[in-house]
């Protein structure tokens, strides 16, 4: 599964890798990035411009009673995504992506489990594919979003067994594109000459710890 990343990128960074058309500042750094909480997403809006939004991490689905069950929803399983109630409409018009500067995942070693942060080898942003949806409660409309992983590649494997599934950048568009009706082809692993991996601090499993500290190597 994904369940932390972070994002810490430049609005310039952003602008030239994604072709973003509203930025209007640098975007805030988030290097312990956690369900429930607003994270940015990029969307292709009517006139083809990629935009970034802000959108609650866990999908809520417009049919939902209410939006508790986000709490299960942080992941879609790219295998079992056209069958799931909760993502089969997303992923036909409702998809997104979710920049992300890296990744955490956790590798048990016997009774410890050792955080590592995983990135793009050649320092770009990675461009994790994902869903969103459009949730109407008591207290007005909530936009959300999921992660779509699946299973480790070569270069994953010794440390956890599923990923988050990364668009290449010649893929953006057509993810995006709602015109497009075969989007489940381009959900694949990435290579594994891509990702480049070290092991971080465990303060990284406390919510509350947010700070450049957390991506940086440990002994």
Same mark, same amino acid.
Not at 77 to 104: D, L, M, N, W, Y
């Given at each position: 599964?994904?369940?932390?990343?972070?994002?810490?990128?430049?609005?310039?960074?952003?602008?030239?890798?994604?072709?973003?058309?509203?930025?209007?500042?640098?975007?805030?750094?988030?290097?312990?990035?956690?369900?429930?909480?607003?994270?940015?997403?990029?969307?292709?809006?009517?006139?083809?411009?990629?935009?970034?939004?802000?959108?609650?991490?866990?999908?809520?689905?417009?049919?939902?009673?209410?939006?508790?069950?986000?709490?299960?929803?942080?992941?879609?399983?790219?295998?079992?995504?056209?069958?799931?109630?909760?993502?089969?409409?997303?992923?036909?018009?409702?998809?997104?992506?979710?920049?992300?500067?890296?990744?955490?995942?956790?590798?048990?070693?016997?009774? =410890?489990? %050792?955080?590592? @942060?995983? #990135?793009?080898? +050649?320092? $770009?942003?990675?461009?994790?594919?994902? /869903?969103?949806?459009?949730?109407?409660?008591?207290?007005?409309?909530?936009?959300?979003?999921?992660?779509?992983?699946?299973?480790?590649?070569?270069?994953?494997?010794?440390?956890?067994?599923?990923?988050?599934?990364? =668009?290449? %950048?010649?893929? @953006?568009? #057509?993810?995006? +594109?709602? $015109?497009?009706?075969?989007?489940?082809? /381009?959900?694949?692993?990435?290579?594994?000459?891509?990702?480049?991996?070290?092991?971080?601090?465990?303060?990284?499993?406390?919510?509350?710890?947010?700070?450049?500290?957390?991506?940086?190597?440990?002994?």
């Amino acid at each position: 599964m994904c369940g932390r990343y972070a994002f810490a990128t430049s609005q310039k960074k952003l602008e030239k890798q994604f072709k973003v058309g509203n930025l209007k500042g640098e975007p805030p750094k988030n290097y312990n990035t956690a369900p429930t909480q607003a994270v940015p997403i990029l969307r292709m809006q009517e006139d083809k411009r990629c935009e970034l939004s802000l959108a609650h991490w866990g999908l809520v689905p417009f049919w939902a009673k209410d939006k508790k069950m986000a709490q299960y929803t942080i992941n879609a399983r790219a295998e079992t995504i056209r069958e799931k109630p909760s993502f089969r409409h997303c992923i036909r018009r409702q998809r997104c992506i979710v920049p992300a500067s890296g990744f955490f995942e956790w590798h048990t070693l016997g009774q =410890l489990k %050792q955080p590592h @942060y995983i #990135s793009m080898s +050649d320092q $770009s942003l990675m461009a994790m594919a994902g /869903l969103w949806d459009k949730w109407e409660g008591p207290e007005g409309i909530l936009e959300s979003c999921t992660i779509i992983t699946t299973t480790a590649n070569s270069f994953m494997q010794p440390i956890h067994h599923r990923m988050p599934v990364f =668009l290449n %950048q010649q893929n @953006y568009n #057509s993810w995006l +594109d709602t $015109s497009n009706e075969h989007p489940d082809e /381009l959900l694949r692993q990435p290579k594994s000459e891509y990702l480049q991996s070290w092991p971080v601090s465990s303060a990284v499993g406390n919510v509350r710890h947010n700070s450049p500290d957390l991506i940086a190597p440990v002994n």
